[in-house]
């Protein structure tokens, strides 16, 4: 199984990487909280004392969470970064964040993937939504250097997903409203398993 961080060729992680050994859990924000719902204020002073903690507190949520990437705002912070962590359809995991990040799909050239799509802070619900196939991620690291990754599939659709939170779009405001009923009464119904079994995966982790 390839692995890559930010986008170039690594030596294989382990499940639990060092930043979700070293990070702190944080409470998950839910759909309907304002700060899910406005654009992020973006960075401008980089490095790694002043972001390292987080990213690391990131990765540790989204671990217990069982997500595939978590953006800043989701952990009730105002600050345009995510982080991803994931495995795509050809067996290659990803791993890293981004600051800032910009996305382009020029989806009528690229096409579209069908799919289902959830979040973790729309806990237990997920629904069929359609994404670019390919995704242009432009994007800056902890140091304040830029980079751009090229994405397909289910990578593509996590980035534009991470990419439109900081942006104040949940991925349910692209539903129809019945769509987006059917879902949000999902989440409300499944919440409380959820969130049970996000307790038990943070016990686990500190043991």
């Not at 790694?48 to 969470?65: N, P, S, Y």
């Not at 980035?159 to 019945?178: N, W």
């Amino acid at each position: 199984m390839p692995t890559y961080v930010l986008g170039r060729p690594s030596r294989r992680l382990p499940e639990l990487t060092d930043e979700v050994r070293r990070g702190t859990p944080l409470r998950i924000t839910e759909y309907g909280e304002e700060i899910l719902h406005r654009p992020c204020r973006p960075v401008t002073e980089y490095g790694a004392a002043r972001w390292r903690a987080l990213i690391d507190d990131l990765f540790t949520t989204m671990w217990i969470a069982e997500g595939c990437g978590l953006a800043a705002n989701q952990v009730d912070v105002d600050a345009q970064l995510f982080v991803y962590d994931l495995t795509d359809e050809y067996g290659d995991r990803h791993v890293g964040h981004a600051f800032n990040p910009r996305i382009e799909t020029l989806a009528a050239l690229v096409g579209t993937q069908s799919g289902t799509e959830g979040c973790l802070s729309v806990p237990g619900a997920n629904a069929a939504l359609d994404r670019p196939a390919r995704a242009t991620l432009h994007a800056y690291d902890i140091e304040g250097r830029p980079f751009t990754l090229e994405s397909a599939g289910y990578f593509a659709r996590c980035l534009i997903h991470e990419t439109q939170h900081l942006a104040g779009t949940v991925y349910v405001d692209h539903l129809s409203p019945a769509s987006r009923n059917r879902t949000l009464s999902a989440s409300a119904t499944n919440r409380a398993a959820i969130l049970g079994q996000r307790a038990t995966r943070q016990d686990l982790l500190g043991k």
